[in-house]
């Protein structure tokens, strides 16, 4: 499986401000994803990010509200704009992976508390 | 209903004893089934995947799938408390995306 990284791993971060966090992966990868754990609930696919176009946004999720970079295959970033206390959650970037190509592997995740 | 579902628990078993997690998932032309171990403060890692009808053993860990009942199980044998975390089921849906379930918080005791 590919090695991700992700930073920051944590912030607090004020209301109204935004936050870039970056994902890079050890190898390249052609699907991208961004995910969003909220304190005790599941995961929520926000974004599958895209080289060298937009980013597909799922239901409930907006370009404005969470810009995505995706430069090239095996770097991107999330950008959190604006945020607000129910913004607080852990944002993960995965890739797809496996000897069957369909396998999400998770970065360590970002960790954000908005005050 | 939920695409993917999961008792939230928490799950007490004994340490030795077998845990027996389980998930339903509603999309029938679902074709890929995984689970996730996600321990408290870090990120899911998987476990381990199924695609077939059947178990698929490995190590300590069986992946049990009746795609007729749409129904996925996880069986942790010689429980550890090691192993007490939160276990994710995801399905691979038709749609090409993996749902996942809200997790069931297992809690070995010794």
Known sequence: SAVISQKPSRDICQRGT?????????????????????????????????????????????IDKFPISRPNLTFSTLTVSN??????????CSVVGGSSGNTIYFGEGSWLTVV | QKEVEQNSGPLSVPEGAIASLNCTYSDRGSQSFFWYRQYSGKSPELIMFIYSNGDKEDGRFTAQLNKASQYVSLLIRDSQPSDSATYLCAVGSSASKIIF???TRLSIRP
């Open chain 1, 83 to 92: 945020m607000s206390p129910e913004d607080s959650s852990i944002y993960l």
């Open chain 2, 101 to 103: 379930g809200s997790g």
């Open chain 1, 18 to 62: 935004s936050l870039t966090i970056q994902c890079q992966v050890d190898s390249q990868v052609t699907m991208m994803f961004w995910y969003r754990q909220q304190p005790g609930q599941s995961l929520t696919l926000i974004a599958t990010a895209n080289q060298g176009s937009e980013a597909t946004y799922e239901s409930g999720f907006v």
